[in-house]
């Protein structure tokens, strides 16, 4: 179904029952920004803070990718930031492939809404959904492809570099590629 407004698209994605994950949810996690950004930023699920508060990245995870937006002189006004699964997985897992594809129709509308001209995949979970099954973020991180018209980039999720601060050079110049690539548009 086609909606006209994320407002509409956002009430239909609040009484969503199309998979298991809604039984535990607190909150709809929908996603945030603004509407007309010309880069939206896709992680794999909401973790506990972000299904307390109904946000996107707000717990420790989401302070790292603010602190990223900002070396590129980006905020959460001038971007948009979704998760294809809109409900918490319990325990913070993996979304299983059935609750991505319940979920994506979600995202498709929302991306179909906002138009961005570069997605970035955070995370292997969200490159493998939305670029490639066979993305491999230590590999491939950084790399743009063109898809339908739109650049999309997968990196390291923030929650993996909370865990392997190793990689973290490496996701700021994946930033720093996107600024280039935002300042070329």
Known sequence: MLYDSLEQLQAACANCQK???????????????????????VGEGPGEQEDLRGEPFVGPAGHLLDQYLAVIDLDRTQCYIANIVKCRPPGNRDP???????CLVYLREQVRLIRPQIMVCLGRIAAQKLMDPAFRVTRQ??????????????????????RNPGNKPD??????ALRDRLAQL
């Open 19 to 41: 998979c298991g994950l809604c039984e535990k949810r607190r909150h709809v996690v929908f996603g945030v920004g603004n509407p007309n950004a010309q880069v939206m930023f």
């Open 171 to 176: 996701a700021l110049l994946d930033f720093l």
């Open 96 to 102: 299983l492939p059935e609750e991505q594809e319940a």
């Open 141 to 162: 991180h950084g790399q743009f492809v063109n898809k339908k018209g739109t650049l999309m980039m997968g990196t390291f999720h923030p929650a993996a570099l909370l």
